[in-house]
C-alpha cells in the first residue's frame, strides 16, 4: 500500500513539477514577447523621430540656400543676364518647389510653420512681379525704372527664410531632447 501511495505522491509531484515548469517557461515567452514588441515600437518611434530630424535638417538646407539665392545680387544677376526671364525662371522654380514641399512638411507635422510660409509664398510671388515689370522695362530700353518695391520684396523672402530657419531650428532641437 504504501508503495502505491509513494507512486501516486510522485506522480503528482511530477505532474506539479512539469506543469510549473510549463507555467514558468510559458510566462518568460510572453515576457520575451512583450520585450520584443517593446522594441520594436521603440525602434518604429525612433525610425520616426530620425526621419523627422533629416526632413527638417533638409528643409533648413533649402531655406538657407534659398536666403543665399536672395542675399547674393538677384536683382543684378537677374537683369543683366543674357536671357532675363529664362534666368528668373530657372532660379524661382526650384525655390517654389522647395517652398511647396515644405509647406506639405509644415501641414502635417508643424503647423506654426504654414503662415509663415504662405508669407514667403507670397513674397516670391511679388519677387516674380517686380522682377517681370524690370525685365519688361528694361526690354523696353526704360532705365529709370524704379527697383524700391523690388528691392523691398527681395528684402522680405531673405528675411522670411531666415526666420523660418530659426523655427526650424527651434524644432530640431525640440525633437532632439
Request: glycine share 2%; with cysteine.
Amino acid at each position: 500500500m504504501n508503495d502505491i501511495v509513494l507512486t501516486l505522491v510522485g506522480s503528482v509531484i511530477t505532474v506539479l513539477a512539469g506543469f510549473t515548469w510549463y507555467k514558468l517557461s510559458r510566462l518568460n515567452v510572453l515576457r520575451d514577447r512583450e520585450q520584443d514588441e517593446r522594441k520594436k515600437q521603440d525602434d518604429r518611434m525612433a525610425d520616426r523621430v530620425l526621419a523627422h530630424v533629416n526632413s527638417l535638417k533638409k528643409h533648413k538646407e533649402f531655406l538657407i540656400s534659398t536666403k543665399n539665392e536672395f542675399d547674393s545680387n538677384f536683382i543684378v544677376q537677374t537683369l543683366e543676364s543674357r536671357n532675363p526671364r529664362d534666368h528668373l525662371i530657372s532660379r524661382l522654380v526650384p525655390i517654389k518647389a522647395g517652398i511647396s514641399s515644405l509647406t506639405v512638411f509644415a501641414e502635417q507635422d508643424a503647423p506654426k510653420l504654414v503662415e509663415e510660409l504662405s508669407l514667403l509664398t507670397k513674397y516670391v510671388k511679388e519677387v516674380e512681379t517686380y522682377m517681370s515689370d524690370a525685365i519688361t522695362q528694361k526690354e523696353c530700353e526704360q532705365h529709370n525704372s524704379n527697383l524700391g518695391e523690388l528691392r523691398g520684396a527681395v528684402w522680405n523672402c531673405s528675411q522670411k527664410c531666415h526666420s523660418l530657419k530659426v523655427d526650424i531650428d527651434s524644432l530640431l532641437l525640440k525633437s532632439r531632447a
